[in-house]
């Protein structure tokens, strides 16, 4: 396990997904203070950032010193997703860093997306797939990486010809879902299939889906043969799970903080959020964030209840306060 990239060696491959909504600065830092090697942004519209949309250059913006982090673009049209990485890799703020690699999303299930030609819909479209690969491998300083699914539905299982494209048109590490783009999010994985993709390949692979805890990431790693290991919803109210894998892969033993460091770690998530997006844009995501670590503790609903109806920071400090303290 582990694997290089350009000029970045990731000793376990221990990699926090990408994830629209949730993979924002201040949950990435997180992450990697819990272990996490390299991490993803939230995927970026290629076209917005071609017509320099405020938001999705915000999105592509890592702060300085943050590394290694991928930035995840999606599009269609081979020009525009080349003229993105342009952008990202030339138009770099004073102060923010040059990421470690491209991703390129082609595992986007949502119907907005895929009706567009763009996300999994690209596993149906693997001549396309193929031009926008070497397209972006064409004019990119840094490497390129793909995210995939297992196939678009279970009888268009193509995860390892489009292994096979991507390679061939330069990609320099390849990330499977273990799902179909039918199967969206529902279980179980399929390693059978991220299993024949590493074998096709001499690229890196990284195994993505349905890990949740050390042994299931140790199970995916026995049964796929794969480099590396990308977590998603798995690291929600969870960063820990970084530090417990690598534990078990070091055949070290691992103690989860108790809750009150957890939700120390939380609230300065929240904190750094505040300070990244503003209160007005940071309380709703940070409310979702703070249920998922608090989840299945005593009192948790109610928890969940006060903070979906607070609006400040204070507030939701006082609200973890009580939280911390209930059944004293
Ligand atoms: C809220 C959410 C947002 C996501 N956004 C993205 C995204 O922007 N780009 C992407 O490639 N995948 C995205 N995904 C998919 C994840 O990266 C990952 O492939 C999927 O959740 C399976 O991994 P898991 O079983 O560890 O959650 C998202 C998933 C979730 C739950």
Redesign the pocket.
Known sequence: MGFRLGNTEFRYGLLL???????DRAFRQTCVDCGAEYT?T??VSAKALCYRDAGSERLAALSEGELPCAV?I?GHEPEIMAEAVQRICREIDPGASMPTAI?L?M??PVRKIVSNGE?SALMKNPALAGEIIRAVCAVSPIPVTV?I?TGWNDSSRNAVALAGIAEENGAAMI?V?G?TREEM?APP?DPETIAAVKRAVSIPVVA?????SADDALRMLEQTNCDGL???????GNPWLFGQIRAALDGRSFELPPLEKRLETAMRQVERMILDKGERVALPEARRQLSYYIKGERGSAETRDRLNRSLTMEEFRSIVADFLRRGE
């Open positions: 997904a990408p994830m629209a909504g949730v993979s993803v939230e995927m995840q999606f991703d999303n595992g986007c996300g995210k699914r990330c879902h799902r999010y994985v993505n889906g349905g890990i949740f990308m977590i998603a919803r798995g690291a929600m």
